[in-house]
């Protein structure tokens, strides 16, 4: 028999979720004009829309949050959390930012001349907006697999290594400041990196002279992976594996709102003193005190007591078999999805679910809008409307992928949640040919996905027929 696991916690507060009918939610997907991000928390059921910021603290760190030290200088509640990545993370110096995209500016701004050319596996949109606004080109160095949504690599957030010697080689290593390495990689599905690929990319670029940066916010799931997958690392702690895989950067940002197991909070965490001096004096501007930066001191201790709990070997287990609790029972039941299964997410294959739609009537867009109808989950569009429009020629970018992202919060939802999700999807799937595409009303300038409202195309003026 296959016995079955549970989640290792249990639950001790409780937030009662809305539970609207069929004809509620309607009138509450009407009114957000059949755009998942203006529907009204309040009006969802099971919120599957980002694991950024949306995660459970344990009685641990609520505990804690009362002893947050609210000094303006040298808070104790800072010491704790300095030591604390030095500690699970190994680097020698840290600074604390308001969350990830602090991180990124300040590195950004210190390392990047005009000109330059950072190579990443994947871009993050938020680290490359700082990247460019620093005059840097971005250059994706990611394997060609990672574009490819049923190529089945072990490890698809690897950096080919010869597209970055072929760079380093083109625009010489003065011109690259440092290369960006995601563990794992957002934006191809949570896909990770091994170790083995961060050894090789440390090495080629210590030859040239070239720092590794790590953006380190899903770092404990990447080393998840590693564990699972790559030879010689069965048998070892998840808190091992982490500090191995950053022994190969020479410092990282950090997005506290994901594997730090808090709401809000990040870190800039560098080995070298006269970077870190420097960083100091931007992150007095930008954020607050270095014994500070932007988070309340409670904020602080909740975030040092989450960087332990999130390297607990059971806690990390059970956070990716929910994913692929979730993902696998689609692929049982025939649906499309990305594979493999990633970290933190599961991605529904919109245009192969909605083969009757063209990229023009955004199915990825109105798959979201039916789930949300058909019981209450709320998904995320990633596809052409979250792709925007070309800066110079103004037509629309049309993106390989037309994706709709299911995002598990961490220690959020039961397996129960997880079940209900994969009924509803299997239940449109099955009548996937009465689901109408969607045309755009509204259109904002920039950012669109954000605000941008729609109305199905049908006859009926019906999203499900
Ligand atoms: C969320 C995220 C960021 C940005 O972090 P914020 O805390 O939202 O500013 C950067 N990189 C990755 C991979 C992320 O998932």
Redesign the pocket.
């Known amino acids: 028999m296959n016995r079955r696991t549970a989640e290792p916690y249990k639950i001790k507060s409780v937030e009662t979720l809305a539970m609207l009918s069929y004809e509620e939610r309607k009138d509450s997907l009407n009114r957000a004009g059949y755009n998942t991000f203006l529907i009204d928390s309040e009006d969802v059921y099971i919120d599957l829309l980002t694991d ?2 949306t995660t459970a603290m344990s009685d641990k760190q609520w505990g804690a949050i009362m002893t947050g030290d609210e000094a303006y200088a040298g808070s104790k509640s800072w010491k704790k959390l300095e030591a604390t990545v030095r500690d699970v993370y190994g680097y020698k110096y840290v600074l604390p930012t308001h ?4 991180a ?1 500016n300040i590195l950004s701004q210190l390392k990047i001349k005009k000109g330059d050319f950072v190579p990443g596996n994947m871009y ?4 490359r907006a700082h990247q460019e606004m620093n005059g840097a080109t971005f250059v994706d160095v990611i394997i060609d697999e990672a574009h490819d949504p049923v190529a089945e690599h072990p490890f698809k957030g690897n950096v080919d290594l010869n597209k970055l010697k072929t760079l380093i080689d083109k625009v010489g290593p003065n011109n690259i400041p440092y290369v960006c390495l ?1 563990v ?4 191809a599905g949570g896909q990770p990196v091994s170790m083995q690929n961060m050894r090789e990319v440390h090495e080629l670029c210590s030859l040239h002279k070239i720092d590794v940066f790590f ?1 380190a ?2 770092c404990v799931e990447n080393a998840y992976f590693i564990k699972e997958r790559e030879v010689g690392y069965a048998g070892k702690l998840i808190a091992d594996i982490l500090k191995e895989m950053l022994s190969y950067s020479d410092g990282c ?1 950090m ?4 594997d730090c197991l808090v709401n ?3 870190f800039l965490a560098m080995n070298d003193e006269g970077l870190y001096i420097r960083s100091r004096e931007l992150v007095v501007v930008y954020e607050g005190m270095p014994s500070y930066g932007g988070m309340a001191g409670r904020d602080m201790e909740a975030m040092a007591i989450g960087i332990r709990e999130a390297i607990d070997d059971h806690y990390i287990e059970h956070r990716i078999s929910q994913v692929r609790h979730l993902g696998s029972q689609l692929v049982e039941a025939g649906v499309p999805i990305v594979l493999p299964i990633g970290g933190h997410a599961v991605f529904l294959d919109a245009q192969a679910f909605l083969p009757h739609l063209s990229q023009d009537e955004f199915p990825a867009q109105a798959l979201a809008a039916a789930l949300y109808l058909d019981s209450g989950v709320r998904s995320m569009e990633r596809g052409i409307i979250s792709a925007g429009r070309n800066i110079d020629t103004g037509e629309n970018n049309r993106p390989k992928l037309e994706l709709v992202r299911l995002t598990i919060p961490r220690r959020v939802y039961t397996n129960n949640h997880m079940n209900v999700v994969v009924d509803s999807i299997i239940d449109l799937y099955k009548k996937r040919d009465t689901i109408s595409g969607l045309r755009m009303d509204y259109e904002p300038p920039t950012l669109r996905f954000f605000n941008a409202r729609f109305a199905p195309l049908s006859e009926s003026g019906e999203l499900l027929n």
Do not use: P
Request: charged residues 20%; positive net charge; proline residues 0%.
């Open positions: 950024s910021g969350q990830g995209r602090g990124e993050f949109t938020t680290t995601a794992t990689v957002n934006l953006d916010t899903r940002t997005s506290g709102k994901k809000i909070g990040g």
